[in-house]
């Protein structure tokens, strides 16, 4: 099985930008479809940017269409966020997913996680 570890979050003001990091461990990359999630308190998890591992379509949740873009490094079992012009209402625990079956939307799908990267945006 694939082990996850998300790095890259912190403490931006409004307008600035974030990269987050996923790197995989113990399996092949390629073979999963990957996926960035975030949970603000009160919330539920949600997908935010995914990767097709078949027909590598990504997908992007409308509310950070144009600010945020996914991408993975099947060399480097390696995949990214880039966060640009970050909101408060970005402020969440960021989760990088890994899902071996069936193509997925929801974090119920997935079943693979790793332990999570806080990101504050301030005002």
């Known amino acids: 099985q694939v082990q996850l570890a998300e790095s890259g979050g912190g403490l931006v003001q409004a307008g600035g930008s974030l990269r987050l990091s996923c790197v995989a461990s113990g399996g092949t990359f390629s073979s999963y479809h990957m996926g960035w999630f975030r949970q603000a308190p009160g919330k539920e998890r949600e997908l935010i940017a995914g990767?097709?591992?078949?027909?590598?379509?990504?997908y992007y949740k409308d509310s950070v269409k144009g600010r945020f873009a996914i991408s993975r490094d099947n060399a480097k079992n390696t995949m990214y966020l880039q966060m640009n012009s970050l909101k408060p209402e970005d402020t969440a625990v960021y989760y990088c997913?890994?899902?071996?079956?069936?193509?997925?939307?929801?974090?119920?799908?997935?079943?693979?996680w790793g332990q999570g990267t806080q990101v504050t945006v301030s005002s």
């Open positions: 990767i097709n591992r078949i027909t590598g379509v990504i």
């Open positions: 997913a890994a899902n071996s079956g069936g193509l997925s939307y929801s974090a119920s799908g997935y079943n693979y």
